[in-house]
């Protein structure tokens, strides 16, 4: 590499020259450079520039070429984002200057762009990844026919040159492993360039989309604002190798570097669509980047042996180079062609005409062509009870279920579907980590045909056996042949039968030519087939790669498009005629009918809403069979779709399902069971159907006792849906479209320790208690006296605040002693929620007249309670009948029974208590390093954490609490905001999140709460 001076200039030199040619007075910072000399120049009313001075070996011509290619840029791209040229007083864009070695020298002045460099900007998401992509697409349509010829000398990094420079510099790599995969690589390209050389497009590209030259703006919503800087290394080259350059360091330090790569290309086919055949060289290119980038590294470090920094800033991409040896170069291809919306594998065309012409002599896979006679095809996608039933249970008990299902549909084979969503590949070998997390495989690529093990199967068409194998991991293939088959007018293929009987391996051999309708192998069994029930799966192979006996038969969803096109549908060989294929859900299509069948009204989550098809204890499953782990739904108390509690529902449905006016023990049972949960004298139930229910009939009971009106209630309360309910919930009526409070609710400040009116945790509670009092005076005064003060024992709409100690104490007494009832919304926070004890209002020492119940009672099936005493039960009892149609049904009272027991059976509030104290220190814990959190607050299961702009002023942050929530969204965790000024993060997960999850939520939370749009220092 040859060694270039860098001109000879100093500070104190070029600050008068800046005044004379430009007029402009500046204080002068050095930035780094390899060739020439930059400086950041700082004016003092405040504009900022970027001086160089060129090396004196750089033409005009040269130079000119990057002005209109600085000028081309900026007008594609928004303002700001590429330097913008600060003409000389003669209004030229370059300046001549003298060094003081006497050497001449070009001098440009550019506005700054500002932003952290690519390499520290945090997250690389796949939007941000796709803009970039945008923003390569964009400059290269602006550079490419910029109309100046190619520049005479050869440089160092032009990929035209690539082999001739690999070749010279490769000596100087001493890392054996390192020069071998550069060889390959080197060989790869060489090898698919030949053909292509003459045909790709050529033009001036930038040639240096680099991580440091790609500069990011975060922004707390949105794309950050990118900005490209440096068109020094410009040059007229293959324009192939400008998403190359920028995949090979988009790459850097990614889960899944192809997925990177693939979304960049997607960006810039969008803004400047790349032909087939670059799409062709790109992966080879894209190593060959990776490759001159290590070369010449390592020709550097030989002559700077000291220079430790130079290995240490070679490590991602030596760690990329050495991933990219296993990639095969074809499904790079396939994916790079899906990212620009073309068909991934570029025979499938004529694969589809063979095959339709094919379709009708096909032989039968089980002798006997499957039809609507002999077959049932099966639901088992992730959203369907039969695969719900199936998973966790054992096999003779898939196999009882399955039978059964095949009865009842008059069918002795069972098909499952091509391309359906699948959640029960749960071996981590189906897991693939990608920029959003884990991502599971689920798109299953072939047929299964099930039928009893021992089962003939026979080919379906003519081929040759090309691979034989025993796959014995559990939850694998088991015996697979696969079987390569050549017609005239289309490329080999082949196909796959998995989960075999063994004798196959025995009496096939490699090369044996199978002629359609020949006997092949056997359905194995649970024993030898992976662990399953007795099926084959039947797949179609356009591109076997590298694979030998083994073959993907699952795909990623986000790759589900490519793999189809490698794997089409066999349905049309098995003579099954669409039913055989799963159909996707759209999510637009749904968004619009929920739209137009629902009110305006409700509600949805997140931006881009998720479109959640299945529950499974603490996750929630979506539509492509990803799991999210919910950190917010304190309704699926024990577990989303526990099966005791699908059990309890589903047996009592069968039996009795009524109102209460019958003697049955089962509803007596249960509100007796409830009954002793609570201290005394609470010992008398109603049941009703949800929390609003019960908050409407302790303040119908609550009335009628004290025959008063007036409520007590506190600021931003949440008690229900209903019209009363609204009354006394200053979060709704004070809120967007409330009317505020109606004369007879007293509102009360929230007992904040954080954020309220007292503070001091020694006299909060009785100061709060004191305003309580104040209004039972006020009534007095005017000759009324409060109905009831109502509570939540823990604030959840408040913002997950829990009560200052001795409030509720106090409190109760003043309203009591004003004739009023004291009524306990543990809606949210009851059963077992705070660890310590079972009810939240234990955590205050007090025993409430009234107590309501919803949410986790039912574990999300309709059921709420009121808990009172005896003597105020018998002072309701008035004459006018209570009476509830649902209220204490049997099923509902079957499913509150199921919950009780399997709290107790697995220790749920023990669970809340010890898990929950361990989160909440490890979360006090990030307060140290990062400022936005304020406060860490809560008991058990029920915590939030507030985040602040500002430790002094405690300005809440409620759009970085948004960015938090859809970051983890995507991250695979589900949270949510609360409190009035929607800057809490929410926790109130489902009993059984275990001390695992709170272990990954910690560490995902710590990697959000480091990404660069949170960061306050930062000048942006
Ligand atoms: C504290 C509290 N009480 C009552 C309710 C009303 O319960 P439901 O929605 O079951 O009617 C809610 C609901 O969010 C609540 O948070």
Redesign the pocket.
Known sequence: MPELERPAFSVQNLIPLLEEHYGLCCTLEELPGERDRNYLAQEKKGDTYVLKISNACETLEFLQVQNVALERSAKLLEQGRIPQVFPNKNGESLSRVISADGSQHWMRLAHYVDGLPMAEYRPHTRDFLLELGGMCGTVTKALHEIPAPPPSSTLLWEMHNVQETLEKYMPWIKDEKLLGWVKKSLDLYSRTIKALESKLRRGWIHNDFNDYNVLAVPKISGNPDLGLIDFGDMTHSYLAAEPAVACAYAMLNKPDPLEAAALLIRGFHQHFPLEEKELEILFPMIKMRLCLSLTLGAFQQQNDPENEYLGISQKPARELLERLQEVNPRYAHYLFRDACNMEAFPGSSAFRNWYKKAGGSFHGLLGEPLNPENTAVLDLSVGSSLSAKTEGVSLEKQEDILDEYLRENNAEIGVGKYAEVRSFYTAKEFLNNSIDGEEKRTIHLGIDVFAPSGTSIYAPIDGVVHQLQDNQSELDYGPTVILRHKFTDVPEFYTLYGHLGRDCQKQLEIGQVIKGGMQLAKIGNSNENGGWLPHVHFQLILDLFDFNGNYPGVALPSRKNVWSSICPDPGLILGLDGESTAEEIDSGKLLKRRNNVFGPSLSLSYQDPLIIVRGQAQSLIDSRGQFYLDCVNNVAHVGHSHPDIAKAQSNQAYVLNTNTRYLNPLNIEYAERLCLLFPEPLDTCFLVC??????ELAMRIASTVSGQQDMIVLED??????RA?IDISPYKHNGPGGKGAPEWVHEIPMPYLYRGLHRDPQTAGKLYADEVEKICEILSAQGRKPSAFIC?SML??GGQVPLPEGFLQQSYQHVRQHGGLCIA?????GFGRAGKHFWSFELQGVVPDIV?L??PIGNGH?L?AVITTRKIAEAFANGMEYFNTFGGNHVSCSVGMAVLDIMEKEGLRQNALETGSWLKEKLEALKESFPLIGDVRGEGFFMGVELILDSESREPAPLQADYVVERMKSRKILLSTEGPGHNVLKFKPPMVFNQRDAKHLLSELEQVLDESPLQKNLKF
């Open positions: 949800s929390g609003s229910e019960a908050n309360a949440y008690h229900g849906n209903t309910n939540e959840g709409c919304d543990e809606v949210q926070v309501t919803g949410k309709p709420g």
